[in-house]
């Protein structure tokens, strides 16, 4: 009753302030802006890339949807604790709070919440829900309405064949809650569409089936084409021209668990992450993810899950519109990747999958403060990531994130590291990024110096199961000539993200002996297997519309696929089990630089310059032929792998030793 009250008496007073500052004023141009400021608090400025692209005003009654973001209370204790309890050094170290404990230090209050829910609804907005940790409001209305109240001039453009909005001018809030919002979401859309780094390393793309509901119905399906080798070095494709000299060996099938498990030392050790629980953040949710992720277990010699071991807790409120923008069932394979990867390498841990409405990052965001507030998992796999920069048609580099959208994502971040979770970022598949996005840079968030950076390696596993040699992943595709007599450069396909953030300009602490080279946050932190063509093999239910050795129409089928998509669960995965017995990791980062560089496989060029892969025409069957490619190793755009950190694979990729350190370090 008294919080009834608390809520009628701010909505009273949000009405007057809104009468004020909103009835009666125009929704374009210079006279809204000037109504308006001396009652109005800037939240971020107009969209700079707006002024290089010509847009045309949303439809009035088009519904848009936004997220508005809420200040932590204390935010300088709350940056302040996670640093403590984060540093292995720190008396704090390892003390930290339950998600009560910190709503009732650190969460916005109800107080807030209330007040900016009277505004908006006052602005006549529909508030659609906050989450359990009040880190945002979702709020949606008609274009007309959210523009107005906003002020933000909201446009569509058409971007590289995509349609974005973006803002014309500040997106501002009353003054009265100046000190309670933090960001707004969802109005400039350019650069918000999270993508998977998954790669099967083929551009052969097929048609996807129509979306039914929640229920986006099978992927198109793929099959990896013969020859191809159970592990490394075991075919060498003899019958084909020699390559810098030397006859390639032909790619392997894809790893299977024991084989990643064995070659990164967890083998014998015993730790199989009982006790532990990993969470995943995706867009959308496959209905065949657990079954699939079951029979591919049982196939390779693991056990499936326990009854309750796998649970998902995924918002499946899809806007068609969304699903179309977003590739819909294109995210199944990430999904199955990712579930599949941790439960190969920490079989006895837990996992729960948090799948988003879509891939934009306000609804990613969402799902991540999801994951933050259950307090169930320990560690956050995220393997999507979007740009920071990009290039214009004009040739302009405008920035895709600004100072607000990074303070929401570190709200979660920061209630993540005082409560002893960990959040792992894929370091992308675009090499520096020059090809992809006309800029060099590191993308985003996983640059963000308050996440766990995971970089790519081409890994070969030998007969025995041990790591042969492991190196950058990096990869410049030859093809055969016209006469099949030679192999002639075709360019570079892809690699593992890296460099220097231009965006944090900042050296982390636990970067400041790590010798990057770089004058802010370098990335990635560590490495694991990346490449397509060293990958790991997956089992997923597909759509085959072509007779394959698993059969016609809906299936089961099993594929390699890599990308640093791999490589972050595999750390996830790897990182729980290292984790068992032990208190929760957290923030990896200062745990990682304190043991690493004595622990970690240093990553250096070494072994052979690449390998032989075999793919159908068609993607499906030997019915078009096959062709054949050279991919090889350690070619990654402008970036390099030398010994100690570097831009591909960070401190290396773990070991025996490594695992070992971090399951047995307590410290102070």
Request: charged share 15%; glycine share 10%; with cysteine.
């Amino acid at each position: 009753m008294a919080r009834h009250k608390l809520l009628r008496s701010v909505a009273a007073a949000t009405a007057a302030l809104t009468g004020l500052t909103i009835a009666g004023i125009a929704t374009t141009g210079t006279a809204q802006a000037a109504g308006r400021s001396q009652h109005r608090h800037q939240v971020t400025a107009a969209s700079q890339w707006t002024r290089h692209v010509h847009g045309a005003r949303l439809a009035a009654g088009d519904r848009v949807n936004v997220k508005v973001w809420l200040t932590p209370r204390d935010a300088d204790g709350l940056t302040a604790l996670a640093t403590a309890v984060s540093d292995p050094h720190s008396a704090a170290y390892a003390h930290y709070l339950s998600a009560a404990g910190y709503d009732s230090r650190f969460a916005p209050t109800r107080a807030q919440v209330a007040s900016v829910t009277a505004w908006l609804r006052g602005a006549g907005l529909r508030v659609d829900g906050s989450d359990a940790s009040h880190h945002y409001v979702a709020v949606s209305g008609t274009a007309a309405a959210i523009d107005t109240a906003f002020t933000a001039g909201i446009q569509q453009y058409h971007v590289d064949g995509q349609a974005v909005t973006g803002a014309t001018q500040p997106v501002t809030v009353p003054s009265a809650l100046a000190g309670s919002v933090l960001a707004v979401t969802g109005i400039d859309t350019l650069g918000h569409r999270a993508t998977p780094s998954t790669d099967r390393g083929t551009s052969a793309a097929r048609a996807r089936g129509p979306a039914r509901s929640s229920d986006l119905g099978p992927p198109p399906g793929f099959v990896n084409a013969q020859p191809c080798s159970a592990y490394y070095g075991q075919k060498r494709a003899n019958d084909l021209p020699a390559f810098a000299g030397d006859h390639l060996p032909y790619a392997v099938c894809g790893y299977v668990p024991s084989q990643l498990r064995s070659a990164y030392g967890l083998t014998g050790t015993r730790l199989t992450g009982r006790g532990q629980t990993i969470a995943i953040t995706d867009a959308f949710e496959s209905p065949w993810l657990l079954q699939d992720s079951n029979t591919y277990a049982s196939r390779h010699g693991d056990k499936p899950f326990r009854p309750g071991q796998f649970k998902t807790r995924s918002d499946t409120n899809y806007d068609p519109a969304k699903v179309d923008e977003c590739g819909g069932n294109d995210w199944y394979a990430e999904q199955n990747l990712d579930v599949q990867a941790e439960h190969g390498m920490a079989p006895d841990a837990n996992i729960v999958y948090y799948g988003a409405a879509s891939c934009y990052d306000d609804d990613l965001l969402a799902a991540m403060a999801r994951a933050v507030s259950d307090d169930q998992a320990s560690i956050v796999s995220n393997s999507w990531g979007e740009p920071t920069y990009v290039t214009l048609p004009d040739g302009t580099v405008t920035p895709s994130i600004d100072d607000t959208l990074v303070a929401a994502y570190e709200s979660i971040f920061k209630q993540a590291a005082v409560q002893g979770i960990g959040f792992y970022y894929s370091a992308g598949d675009t090499g520096d990024d020059l090809a992809a996005w006309g800029v060099k840079q590191t993308e985003f968030p996983v640059s963000d110096p308050w996440v766990t950076a995971v970089g790519g390696t081409s890994l070969a596993v030998a007969r025995n199961g041990r790591r042969a040699f492991e190196t950058g992943w990096g990869t410049e595709k030859w093809s055969l000539n016209a006469d099949g007599s030679a192999w002639t450069d075709a360019g570079y396909l892809y690699g593992s993200g890296g460099g220097c953030s231009a965006w944090f300009t900042s050296t982390p602490p636990y970067q400041r002996f790590a010798r990057t080279g770089c004058s802010g946050r370098a990335v990635p932190d560590i490495a694991m297997d990346a490449d397509p063509n060293t990958g790991m093999l997956i089992g997923q239910t597909q759509d085959f519309d072509l007779p394959t050795r698993f059969g016609t129409g809906t299936q089961y089928g099993e594929y390699r696929l890599g990308g640093t998509s791999l490589a972050s669960p595999l750390l996830a995965g790897l990182n729980a089990a290292a984790q068992q017995g032990r208190s929760r990791i957290g923030f990896a980062n200062p745990l990682i630089y304190l043991v690493g560089p004595f622990t970690a496989h240093d990553v250096t060029p070494q072994g052979d310059a690449g390998n032989i892969r075999v793919d159908y025409v068609n993607g499906l069957n030997q019915a078009d032929g096959t062709v054949a490619s050279v991919r090889t190793f350690d070619q990654d755009s402008s970036l390099a792998t030398n010994r100690g950190w570097d831009e591909v694979t960070g401190v290396g990729s773990p070991t025996l030793r490594y695992a070992v350190a971090v399951h047995l370090l307590r410290l102070p």
